[in-house]
């Protein structure tokens, strides 16, 4: 299907429906930019166009890491009680902290890196602004995962974005393990929405941040997914960097061993891909969790 720039009110994904119904082809480019464009090769961006996903060795260099982790337990250990950025598992512990950036003068640093902001604008064909920001921890023995979802389907619904021209970098911040709860995805799901059925509720990443059980799809939908796409799952040193697609289907599992899994995750957003009234919520999201300041970003400055 041939890319059409979207009609003023047309919605392409609709999802959070009462009835199940069909899947949708994408109609967005997964690549927006050409090699000319930054630091990938042709052949990343190929990768990247087919899969949905690309990692990126050494985007962090080791000498920064000390400090980066450091910044996790001190951010994780000054969390104030009532701190809407501070999500916590059942137990207590904390499970993510949302605009870390804003918290952290070295965590702020990462997204102008020569490793990362060029690529998000190659990626995406131009400005972007940082969508959200959020760091996951997920400590030894007590971290839980994450259920397969797409990140458009949630940022659509509630927060009204209105095209797949979003990306999101994962940069490990302690070593992936194919045992401690890593990311996994389906490559090639990204070419395809799949509508999820159940209305939003009021205030619902209230809860979903910590377990989400709607906008995610059936066990029949998953199966077929899983069938046709595979199942990857993306391991590595601290200091590498993932970049995945929007629509991607991907979850993790907990993490039971001894060993932490801690991660940044940057979500960047075109400019011209700016959000709207939300899709299928009757309220947006908080600025925290879906931006609406659409400066663009300037390295190394993160100033709009």
């Not at 940082?130 to 994450?146: E, K, S, V, W, Y």
Request: with cysteine.
């Amino acid at each position: 299907m041939s890319y059409q720039p979207l009609s003023p009110g047309e919605d392409r994904y609709p999802t959070r429906l009462e009835e199940p119904t069909p899947a949708i082809a994408r109609v967005e480019p997964v690549v927006w930019g050409d090699e000319s464009d930054g630091p990938l090769r042709a052949g990343d961006l190929e990768v990247m166009a087919a899969k949905g996903y690309l990692v990126r060795p050494d985007a962090v260099q080791p000498d920064r890491l000390p400090e980066l982790s450091a910044e996790l337990g001190r951010i994780a250990d000054r969390a104030q009680a009532g701190d809407p950025r501070i999500v916590r598992e059942p137990g207590g512990s904390v499970r993510s902290v949302f605009e870390p950036h804003l918290l952290s003068d070295a965590i702020s640093d990462i997204v102008g890196l020569d490793t990362v902001l060029p690529v998000a604008r190659q990626l995406l064909g131009g400005d972007v602004y940082l969508h959200q920001a959020r760091i996951n921890l997920m400590p030894g023995f007590t971290g839980t995962g994450f259920y397969w979802h797409s990140d458009f389907e949630t940022w659509h619904a509630e927060d009204g974005m209105p095209e797949m021209r979003a990306v999101s970098c994962s940069i490990a911040l302690t070593r992936n393990y194919p045992y401690n709860g890593s990311l996994m995805v389906m490559p090639g799901s990204h070419r395809v929405f799949y509508p999820c059925v159940g209305a939003t509720p009021r205030d619902n990443h209230t809860s979903s941040l910590v377990k989400q059980e709607i906008g995610v799809p059936d066990h029949a939908t998953l199966t077929e997914a899983a069938d046709r796409f595979g199942i990857e799952q993306v391991t590595g040193p601290a200091g590498t960097a993932l970049w995945f697609d929007c629509n991607i289907m991907h979850g993790s599992g907990s993490n039971i061993t001894p060993f932490p899994r801690s991660n940044i995750f940057l979500v960047f957003n075109s400019v011209d891909n700016r959000l709207v009234s939300p899709y299928r919520a009757e309220k947006p999201r908080p600025e925290y969790l879906a931006a609406r300041r659409f400066g663009p970003l300037r390295a190394p400055s993160l100033s709009a």
